[in-house]
């Protein structure tokens, strides 16, 4: 199988270093339609469950990663040997690829380090990790440290948020 073409989205001002602050969109993937239909369910699934139960719950719930999700996975992820990474062994330090859902979430701090985070479904909730802040669409994705503090700002009306979490470590 070929890989898909991984569209850099310009951005607008680069620190004197030419990287960008970590948690910054640095590009996008064309994500199948059927992973974009079963993350939009899933995602509504999440909602659902969390008005239910009055939010009262995590603020952020994890699920294995579904096969619909990896199946050709690979074709489509940002490669992250060309970004100078590689997939953490997997329970490192007790780390593992998670889907991440939320309609909200306060700045905390997790203890995974780096993770590539590929964005499934976002319904206007924005990412926030220092100065970051961001809106990102399904196939966005980006790195950040999760031992920092970040946060998801909630959005108006019935919102929710998923993402693909894939612990990672430079080569």
Not at 22 to 46: H, K, M, T, Y
Not at 77 to 104: I, K
Not at 142 to 162: K, Q, T, Y
Request: aromatic share 8%; net charge negative.
């Amino acid at each position: 199988m070929q890989r898909t073409h991984i569209r850099q989205r310009p951005m607008p001002t680069r620190p004197a270093g030419g990287t960008l602050p970590l948690g910054s969109i640095l590009g996008s993937v064309q994500i199948p339609g059927d992973v974009i239909r079963l993350s939009d369910e899933l995602a509504n699934e999440f909602y659902t469950a969390a008005d239910e139960s009055e939010f009262c719950g995590d603020q952020v719930e994890t699920y294995a990663i579904p096969s619909w999700a990896s199946r050709n996975g690979a074709v489509w992820l940002p490669d992250l040997t060309a970004l100078g990474y590689r997939r953490a062994d997997s329970d490192y330090r007790g780390r593992e690829e998670l889907l991440v859902a939320t309609a909200a979430a306060d700045m905390h701090t997790d203890d995974e380090g780096l993770v590539l985070m590929v964005v499934l479904h976002n319904d206007g909730l924005t990412f926030r990790q220092g100065r970051v802040r961001h809106k990102p669409k399904a196939g966005d994705w980006f790195i950040f440290d999760d031992r920092l503090p970040h946060g998801v700002d909630e959005a108006p009306d019935r919102a929710s948020f998923l993402g693909w979490n894939i612990p990672i470590v430079p080569l």
